[in-house]
């Protein structure tokens, strides 16, 4: 069974960074894209950044400049580096990730979404 954990959401004043890490477990056999979503509270989710699993990257225009996505094939990881954070970016963020298990099956798993605040 594949599963995606997040980690590293928090509080953090405006001009702050945080870093969130996402890690696959289970019987992955190949991770294709893997994406970093947010949820504001009534909204849908949104993109925030994808990387393909040949590096390709891309960011929504509100993070652009200030957000890095980064992916450690060989741990089965995802990373977002958020830096110069502003009131408007919190929000919960969610890994996802398509992945082709030990079966051959590919599906679309999502992690349990962590929360980031950014408050004075």
């Known amino acids: 069974q594949v599963q995606l954990v997040e980690s590293g959401g928090g509080l953090v004043q405006p001009g702050g960074s945080l870093r969130l890490s996402c890690a696959a477990s289970?019987?992955?056999?190949?991770?294709?894209?893997m994406t970093w979503y947010r949820q504001f509270p009534g909204k849908q989710r949104e993109l925030v950044a994808t990387?393909?699993?040949?590096?390709?990257?891309n960011y929504a225009d509100s993070v652009e400049g200030r957000f890095t996505i980064s992916r450690d094939n060989a741990n089965k990881m995802v990373d977002l580096q958020m830096d110069s954070l502003k009131p408007e970016d919190t929000a919960v963020y969610f890994c996802?990730?398509?992945?082709?298990?030990?079966?051959?099956?590919?599906?679309?798993?999502w992690g349990q979404g962590t929360q980031v605040t950014v408050s004075s």
């Open positions: 996802y990730a398509q992945i082709r298990d030990c079966s051959t099956r590919t599906g679309n798993y």
């Open positions: 289970g019987s992955v056999e190949t991770i294709y894209v």
């Open positions: 990387i393909t699993n040949y590096g390709k990257t």
